[in-house]
């Protein structure tokens, strides 16, 4: 095969809403994988901005805020805009269209259902004021991947649901308009299990001021793993400790390449000995091994934010034609193609 028919086997879509900074826990979890499956794949990475609107309907400040910020956590790792699409959702009308027709192939109690956005209404506190577009945004979302035509998603294990539906979709549409427009997508989950927060209570999340940002300065980063939390009973250095949901280690395993290194720590630390300080002075080395070279990154692109600008407005033309083209076909299936004359 050659390398271009090679790329072009799979179609990956993925992307984040930009209401916050993206986190070493995003960098673990799927912004690590991006950077390889750019070469390997056709890649397209989506700012939700419509998705974040959402819930954010009286914050479009903070959503436009964020493009950039997302924009620049991605370029900053090492996404490259030369050959991964990096788009704007709102800026995508055709995706909007797309989704008004899959609204009529989800039922209201199908939506109800999804066990993420049950869980999104359970924390938003919305009672019975849910904003309608929130319930229907893995519609949307299904809109976002089959108009790429994308067959791999790499998301977190809370996304699964919507490549459900997504895929719930692409059969229902296939089915009733006797066609194969639209192609069912898999999910591609990551290797690593989601980081735990600082606080080592939950999920690393903003709102809960537990979470080391890609955007975090040196210093800041230094703070925050010496206030970390460990084990709350290895209170001496020659106190035996617990490795396992120890934040700490989690972060070790997540980014220390000496693995060997790694296993002897927490031998060490289990049979008591080895001190927090000293656990926490390794994870400082390790993660200033990683996020130096991207806080550099970041800053340069931080000081031309219309350059940054730039690469969105163009990745968001090229995402465009994509979905043109899907939608025309959309359009045809279902017979309201009216004035195309053939
Ligand atoms: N829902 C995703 C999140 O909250 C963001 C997203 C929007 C997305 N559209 C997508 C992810 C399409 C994968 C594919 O992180």
């Known amino acids: 095969m050659s390398a271009e028919t090679e790329k072009n086997r799979h179609i990956i879509l993925t992307g984040d809403r930009p209401t916050g900074h993206l986190h070493l826990g995003h960098y673990a979890g799927s912004l690590r994988q991006r950077v390889e499956l750019q070469n390997q794949y056709k890649q397209f990475v989506i ?30 790792v090492g996404i490259d805009p030369k050959i991964t699409t990096i788009f704007i959702q709102s800026l995508v009308p055709e995706l909007a269209e797309l989704t008004m027709y899959y609204l009529n192939l989800v039922t209201v109690s199908r939506l109800q259902r999804n ?19 929130f319930l229907v945004y893995p519609i949307s979302q299904a809109a976002d991947i ?16 919507m490549i459900e539906q997504t895929n719930e979709i692409v059969r229902g549409f296939n089915r009733i308009y006797e066609c194969s427009v639209l192609v069912e997508a898999k999910a591609l989950l990551s290797n690593f299990p989601r980081l735990p927060g600082t606080d080592g209570k939950g999920k690393m999340s903003k709102s809960l001021g537990n979470v080391i940002s890609l955007s975090d300065s040196a210093d800041e980063v230094r703070h ?9 009973k290895h209170l001496r250095v020659e106190d035996p400790g ?22 002897n720590m927490k031998e060490h630390y289990r049979h008591g000995g080895l001190g927090d300080v ?43 034609d994509v979905a043109v083209k899907t939608l025309d076909e959309v359009r045809k299936a279902m017979h309201i193609d009216y004035f195309t004359s053939e």
């Not at 974040?52 to 805020?65: F, I, S």
Request: charged share 30%; glycine share 6%; net charge negative.
């Open 115 to 133: 066990p993420t956005v049950k869980d999104e209404i359970k924390q938003r506190d919305f009672g019975t004021s849910i904003p309608a577009g």
């Open 224 to 232: 925050k793993i010496k206030t970390m939390y460990t084990d709350s």
């Open 47 to 76: 700012i939700a901005d419509a998705q974040a609107l959402t819930d954010n309907a009286e914050n479009p400040d903070k959503v436009r805020k964020n493009i950039l910020e997302v924009a620049l956590d991605y370029l900053a």
């Open 146 to 161: 089959t108009a790429f035509k994308a067959d791999l998603v790499p998301v977190g294990g809370d996304q699964l649901p």
């Open 242 to 263: 617990i490795v396992e949901g120890n934040p700490v280690f989690a972060y070790l395993d997540a980014f220390d390449s000496d693995k060997e290194g790694l296993e």
């Open 278 to 320: 000293a656990v926490k002075r390794r994870l400082q080395e390790v993660l200033s091994v990683e996020l130096d070279p991207i806080r550099i990154r970041r800053e340069g692109f931080a000081n031309d934010p219309e350059e940054v600008m730039r690469i969105l407005k163009n990745g968001t033309a090229v995402a465009r």
